[in-house]
C-alpha cells in the first residue's frame, strides 16, 4: 500500500494521508483509533497532523476501501487496512486490546443459517467483548 494505491483510490497523495496510511502498515497493532494515530504523530514529533485532519483522511480511506472500521462496544471507532481477508475480533473491555480470530465452523454455520432462511448473505461481524487473559491476570 502506497502511493499507487491511493491513485487507484482515487486519492491524491497528500502528505497526512501517506503518513497515516504509513503508521496504520507499521503499526503492531492492526487496529487502531484516530487518536492512537495521533498519538503516534505525536510521539514521533515529525509531522504535526491534527485529529480532525485524521478523522477526515480516515473516512476518506474508509470509502475507497482502503480501511475498514469497527465500531466496538466500548463506544471506541478503530480503523485497520482492509485487505480483503475476512476475519472476527475479540476485545478487551478493559485495555481495548484486539484480538483477530477465523474459525471455519463459526463461517460454515453462519453461511448455513443464511441459506436456511433463504438470506443471501453479503457481510457479517462478530465480536467478542470480555476481558482478555492480561487483564485478567494483572487483576488477581
Ligand atoms: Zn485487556
Ligand atoms: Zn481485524
Do not use: W
Not at 483509533?33 to 485524521?54: C, H, P, Q
Not at 476485545?91 to 453461511?111: L, N, P, S
Amino acid at each position: 500500500m502506497d502511493k499507487q494505491n491511493l491513485k487507484q483510490a482515487g486519492l491524491k497523495a497528500t502528505l497526512p494521508r501517506l503518513k497515516i496510511l504509513e503508521t496504520l502498515e507499521n503499526n503492531p497493532d492492526a487496529h487502531m483509533s484516530a487518536e492512537d494515530i495521533y498519538k503516534v504523530f505525536m510521539d514521533s514529533n515529525d509531522i504535526d497532523i491534527g485529529l480532525a485532519t485524521i478523522y477526515r483522511v480516515l473516512t476518506q480511506f474508509e470509502s475507497a476501501g482502503i480501511v475498514c472500521r469497527h465500531r466496538f462496544e466500548d463506544g471506541r471507532a478503530v480503523f485497520e487496512l482492509d485487505h480483503g481477508k475476512h476475519h472476527d475480533h475479540m476485545v478487551c473491555m478493559q485495555c481495548g486490546d484486539v484480538a483477530e480470530f477465523v474459525d471455519d465452523v463459526i463461517e460454515q454455520r453462519q453461511r448455513e443459517i443464511a441459506q436456511k432462511f433463504g438470506f443471501q448473505m453479503t457481510d457479517h461481524c462478530l465480536y467478542i467483548y470480555g476481558i482478555c487473559s492480561n487483564c485478567q491476570s494483572q487483576s488477581k
